[in-house]
């Protein structure tokens, strides 16, 4: 079995006693105050990590000074558990950078009941909200009211919920925030946040809580505006030595997706604002024109990607849907506009909306083979296990989208060809939608379990 040997240095203004009876882990190796040597075995087993913890823990509110930690790892650090002792990031570890951090705070929060699971809390989770909502619309438009408003129901109990998560993330771990925002494989998946917020709104107006949703567009608007300048700085202005081109991923088509669900927000709106339509046109048919672009700068980089550093089967993760996705919502969003009562910018742009919606159909249409091909390679013949992750609700979106942009185009462009597909598609949506949330439910109950069981073994140490 393999050891590791973790050097701490722990700087205060406050003298820390020595524990007596120092309690060791793994080796046996003790755990003192000052110079602290601890070896630990490979993932050392809940009862070592249970019986250190809360010795470990005595000496954390007696120091009024942040700990600085200086760790060496002859090892790979993937040995190390990870939470045992309130350490934070892989790269600092394995660098043996310093790492600041506040004892009452960090160290405290990740041993309250779920502080591991909201410290790790995906940025893309608003997925969920996306998913729901657009599954919710196309059975609204296919007059199952009833599936629609249950729909609906979960999409707004999860919107809340999911808000109150992220704010105390951002508040509790601002560290990992922060290190997410710079990170170019999640950052791009907080403009979940906009598309979850602009497709519930759309879903309210349909509703008849106008009101509410032009609070909800107005959200969105400003999150868009400041994201959409924000997270691209931060990703490709702070650098962390890595290259940013080999760590493009699909999570970046949902940056097109953002600015297109604020067009379709607009075109949900018009009917309740006469007096505002003028501008109502001038933002709908600005959101669409930059979301396209976006989509096609996003399919240059990731091509780029492809194409000089490959992509394994474990790489070829869910949000590659949202490719297909981005297109999809370009269809409603352009379809939407399409269908607009008159205003001189959407007057403009009409004919040609027209016509490249339907080009965008055959695009999306032409991606979903593909994708489905992907699927069967990464866990069929590569076996890579089918789990539940959140962003598997990026796959329920693209999905969802993809039925609604189908029965939109189909009605607006009369072609009931392609409605039919949309319908066919919604069922399919259904279908995947129904797997990722029962994977999500148990997820959750199984997590519950699993804190049941550790404060238990906690409980009984102590």
Request: proline content about 5%.
């Amino acid at each position: 079995m393999k050891s590791i040997q973790v050097s701490v240095v722990v700087e205060s203004k406050v003298s820390v006693e020595r524990v007596e009876n120092p309690v060791t882990c793994g080796s046996g190796a003790p755990v003192r105050s000052r110079s602290t040597a601890m070896d630990l075995s490979e993932m050392a087993c809940d009862r070592a990590a249970a019986s250190s913890r809360p010795r470990f823990a005595e000496l954390m509110p007696s120091m009024m000074a942040p700990i600085r930690w200086g760790v060496r790892f002859p090892v790979p650090v993937e040995e190390c558990t990870r939470a045992q002792y309130g350490l934070r990031d892989v790269r600092k570890w394995r660098s043996g950078e310093g790492t600041e951090m506040n004892a009452s705070t960090q160290v405290g929060w990740r041993g309250l009941p779920y502080g591991t699971a909201l410290e790790k809390l995906s940025p893309g989770y608003f997925a969920l909200v996306m998913g729901t909502s657009i599954m919710s619309v196309g059975f609204h438009l296919t007059g199952f009211e009833v599936l629609s408003e249950v729909l609906l129901v979960i999409a707004v109990i999860a919107y809340v919920v999911l808000w109150v998560l992220f704010i105390a993330r951002a508040a509790i771990f601002r560290a990992e925030t922060t290190s997410d925002i710079r990170n170019p494989e999640k950052a791009f998946a907080y403009f979940t946040i906009v598309a979850g917020t602009d497709v519930l709104g759309v879903r309210l107006v349909y509703q008849g809580y106008a009101g509410v949703a032009v609070v909800l567009f107005m959200v969105g608007a400003l999150l868009w505006f400041v994201f959409g300048y924000l997270l691209p700085r931060q990703v490709l202005m702070t650098r962390d030595g890595l290259p940013i081109l080999a760590r493009t991923n699909g999570t970046w088509y949902i940056w097109s997706v953002a600015s297109q669900s604020l067009a379709i927000g607009m075109t949900a709106l018009r009917p309740h604002f006469d007096g505002e339509a003028r501008w109502i046109g001038i933002i709908a048919v600005m959101s669409w024109s930059v979301g396209v672009a976006l989509y096609i700068g996003v399919s240059v980089l990731v091509a780029l990607r492809i194409i000089h550093h490959g992509v394994t089967p474990a790489q070829f993760e869910p949000p590659y849907w949202v490719a297909m996705g981005a297109m999809a919502i370009a269809v409603v969003a352009g379809s939407n506009i399409v269908a607009m009562e008159s205003t001189p910018m959407v007057d403009a742009v009409r004919d040609l909306v027209s016509g490249t919606v339907v080009v965008f159909w055959c695009f999306a249409a032409w991606l979903i083979p593909m994708l489905l091909g992907a699927g069967v390679w990464r866990h069929v013949l590569n076996k890579v296990p089918l789990t539940y992750v959140p962003t598997l609700w990026s796959m329920v979106f693209p999905m969802g989208m993809f039925a609604v942009a189908s029965i939109n185009i189909g009605r607006v462009d009369a072609l009931p060809v392609v409605e039919s597909i949309g319908y066919g598609a919604l069922v399919a949506a259904s279908v995947v939608w129904l797997f990722v949330f029962v994977a999500m439910l148990r997820g959750i109950v199984l997590m519950a379990i699993r804190q049941r069981h550790a404060s238990a073994v906690n409980l009984a140490v102590s």
